[in-house]
């Protein structure tokens, strides 16, 4: 069966600004088509891992696999690691699409510009194709009639959903979210979230950081808490939010929960 | 004495002189041109550079830029026509010259290259960081998404700077009659030195150059607005 094959594969992944020590040695499996989220407090370092998994972040050591290639690095003849070219990593990165908690949207460009951007410069798809494809996105969004608003014309959570819509345009093979509805008004979080879900729901590989419990209990196959660059807790949803061993879980969940 | 004021501020004696003066302006125009292409590819390249992570690239492309921008336009224009040449000649082992267009040019272009490329380094600083993030994340490589996502909004933020800076480089457009190129300054003093009538003459050509100024600021911040309009938040 192939959804149980690991599409993302992280290994021993270590990393440090200068002396601080974010990373200390994560590793962790995500099947295809499965959901994993990842918590914990402010600072432990959701970012900076999901950022080293599309390689934002060099990794100070450890490994990180998509599909069984490795990002970042490539095995030399000699059998020695070495950096990867700037293509090959571009490349790479077009595999994982990303959803930033402040949206990050182009402001020069219109909402479906935007969308099409990456298709037509990474993918090089002709125009025409690129827009059926965005509006095939947009649509899915619900934003297709936003099509021809620059971004500052939109609410923060249609901001979020445009966001959602270029990551996915690219097909990508994995979703990355970060904090994303984070800096939307209470109110906006819904609309992001029933989009994730009904990602989650098509089977869409997804690696989410939220603080977003009860969503994450439900849409979630697996959930990881970091604290203090490591994996804390590891397992089930209901079993990581309903009945952690870790103390520290248990205290983080209680403050968020309430 | 108010009729003689009235004599020599009549400029009827400038409007007789129309098609020689116009042709000085013209070199004025191309001087403008060449030395704005020229001071933009340039401080396209220095503002990037001055970004650069290399730290040899950064203190290189700074020394260029404060060199040129703090040497006044007037001694580099002297400098590139009289001095440069000799340089070369004696660094070739042949003669070598100038043209007092190409040494216009040059000059003017570098000097005004220093000062832009300050206003290219801050244009292109006032792009957030997550912009390129996001689009990194895509997959763009780096030249594309300094093409497509930092300089049409660097551009966009540069432009009342630059705009400043384009009045005063065709401003010091007028300098270059001093290497006898034969701009509108060089034919006044030409025909001044016929007529001996100075005070029409040059009142005339400051009219002309701060009439052509002020048209063309109302261009360039009509089409800033235009642009801006689009949706720029
Ligand atoms: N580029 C950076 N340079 C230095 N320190 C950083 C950088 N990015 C993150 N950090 C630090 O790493 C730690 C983890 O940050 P982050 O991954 O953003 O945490 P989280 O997303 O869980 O809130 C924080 O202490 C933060 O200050
Ligand atoms: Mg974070």
Redesign the pocket.
């Known amino acids: 069966m192939k959804r149980m094959a690991a599409i993302v594969r992280v290994v021993e992944l270590r990393?440090s600004?200068?002396p601080?020590e974010?990373?200390r040695g994560i590793t962790f499996d995500v099947r295809e088509g499965s959901v994993l989220t990842i918590i914990?407090?402010?600072?432990?370092?959701?970012?900076?891992?999901?950022?080293c998994l599309n390689y934002l972040?060099q990794p100070t050591s450890g490994e990180v696999y998509l599909d069984g290639k490795p990002i970042g690095f490539r095995i030399e003849a000699d059998g020695r690691r070495a950096p990867d070219t700037a293509a090959n990593i571009s490349r790479m990165r077009a595999e994982l699409g990303m959803v930033f908690q402040q949206f990050n949207l182009w402001p020069h460009m219109t909402v479906l510009e935007n969308v099409i951007e990456a298709p037509i410069r990474v993918k090089r798809l002709a125009r025409k194709e690129a827009v059926d494809l965005g509006r095939r996105f947009l649509s899915k969004v619900n934003l297709l009639d936003k099509e021809n608003e620059y971004p500052a014309r939109l609410s923060g959570g249609q901001q979020q959903r445009v966001a959602i819509a270029r990551a996915l345009a690219m097909q990508p093979k994995v979703m990355l979210f970060?904090?994303a509805t984070s800096a939307l008004d209470p109110e906006l979080t819904g609309e992001v979230l029933e989009v994730m879900r009904a990602l989650a729901k098509e089977g869409t590989t997804m690696l989410v950081?939220t603080h977003e419990m009860g969503f994450a209990r439900e849409v979630s196959d697996r959930a990881i808490f970091?604290h203090n660059?490591q994996i804390e807790e590891d397992g089930p949803p209901a079993r990581v939010f309903s009945a952690p061993t870790s103390e520290r879980c248990r205290q983080f969940l209680s403050k968020v929960l309430h | 004495m108010l009729g003689s004021l009235r004599e020599s501020l009549d400029l009827t004696l400038f409007w007789e002189y129309r098609a020689i003066l116009l042709r000085g302006l013209l070199e004025n125009v191309y001087i403008f041109l060449g030395g704005a292409m020229l001071a933009m590819i340039l401080a396209f390249a220095i503002g990037v550079a001055r970004l650069s992570r290399r730290w040899t690239v950064r203190v290189l492309s700074t020394g260029y830029a404060e060199l040129f921008r703090n040497t006044p336009e007037y001694v580099l224009l002297i400098w590139v026509y009289y001095v440069l040449p000799v340089i070369f000649s004696r660094l070739l082992a042949t003669r070598f010259n100038f043209s007092p267009y190409a040494a216009a040019i040059l000059a003017l272009g570098a000097s005004y290259s220093g000062f832009m490329s300050e206003t290219v380094r801050a244009g292109i600083l006032s792009v957030p960081r997550e912009h390129t993030e996001a689009a990194m994340s895509l997959g763009m490589s780096k030249w594309m998404i300094m093409r497509r996502i930092i300089a049409p909004q660097a551009i966009r933020r540069m432009l009342p700077e630059a705009l400043n800076q384009f009045v005063s480089l065709f401003k010091a457009t007028t300098f270059v009659s001093l290497i006898a190129v034969e701009d509108l300054m060089y034919k006044v003093s030409m025909i001044t030195v016929h007529e001996m009538r100075p005070l029409p003459l040059y009142t005339g050509a400051a009219l002309v150059y701060c009439a052509i100024i002020v048209a063309a600021a109302q261009l360039i911040q009509h089409l800033s607005d235009r642009w801006r309009r689009r949706g720029w938040a």
């Open positions: 990393k600004f200068g601080l974010v990373l914990g407090a402010s600072g432990s370092g959701k970012s900076t891992l999901l950022r972040e970060d904090e950081v970091l660059g």
